[in-house]
């Protein structure tokens, strides 16, 4: 199956910083990438969609301004986490999903992300 | 709106049996995809079982098959001979046709012991 990287997989940072992830389709185009941030033992909860060349779709309750998404190619799309606190401390996962029909997502790694 | 409703929150099976993890749905489409995915302790998500609404058969990947009831917008996956690397979170999902956004359900935790 195709491969989506995400990095880092871990980061600590402190209260008042951003912080970048990144998420990439090593070896297939991506239309659509989905932002997911998962608290422990809970389901994911879609933050929002990425779509090439466009701005980012944020579901409800997200705040666009804290969490910033670029998706500047057809294999990249970052989440910028701005002036980080520690209730932004989760695990933070990207799928994206290939063209087509039949689309299917594959998923990041995560990341989990503590600020301090 | 579309639901995905997991009523296990957790579930232990021995070794070599075979356990059932339920899911049922809630939408107005009638054309969607359902998914059961694993996340292990990793936490890298693992895609186990797709399912296209428009087909009857139930789909079947080696030790996982599911029962898909469309009327009654059931999704249940059965893991037969479970091994003891099947231990992880289990989530199923919901995808509606012309889109590619997943809706997921709670996850059930799933145990299996020796």
């Known amino acids: 199956g195709a491969v989506v990287s995400q990095h880092p997989s871990w980061v600590i940072c402190k209260s008042g910083t951003s912080v970048k992830i990144e998420c990439r389709s090593l070896?297939?185009?991506?239309?659509?990438m989905f932002w997911y941030r998962q608290f422990p033992k809970q389901s994911l909860m879609l933050m929002a969609t990425?779509?090439?060349?466009?701005?980012?779709?944020?579901e409800q309750g997200v705040e666009k301004d804290k969490f910033l998404i670029n998706h500047a190619s057809l294999t990249l799309s970052t989440l910028t986490v701005t002036s980080a606190h520690p209730e932004d401390s989760s695990f933070y996962i990207c799928?994206?999903?290939?063209?087509?029909?039949?689309?299917?997502?594959?998923f990041g790694q995560g990341t989990r992300l503590t600020v301090v | 709106a579309q639901t995905v409703t997991q009523s296990q929150p957790e579930m232990s099976v021995q070794e070599a049996e075979t356990v059932t993890l339920s899911c049922t749905y809630d939408?107005?489409?009638?054309?969607?995809?359902l998914f059961w995915y694993k996340q292990p302790p990793s936490r890298q998500m693992i895609l186990v079982i797709r399912?296209?609404?428009?087909?009857?058969q139930n789909a079947t990947e080696n030790r996982f098959s599911v029962n898909f009831q469309k009327a009654a917008k059931s999704f249940s996956l059965k893991i037969s001979d479970s091994q003891l690397g099947d231990t992880a979170m289990y989530f199923c999902?919901?995808?509606?046709?012309?889109?590619?956004?997943?809706?997921f359900g709670t996850g059930t935790r799933l145990q299996v012991f020796p």
């Open positions: 799928s994206a999903s290939t063209a087509g029909e039949h689309t299917e997502a594959f």
């Open positions: 070896d297939f185009q991506a239309t659509t």
């Open positions: 990425s779509n090439e060349g466009s701005k980012a779709t944020y």
């Open positions: 939408t107005s489409e009638s054309n969607y995809y």
């Open positions: 399912q296209e609404a428009y087909k009857q």
């Open positions: 999902a919901f995808r509606p046709y012309n889109t590619d956004k997943l809706i």
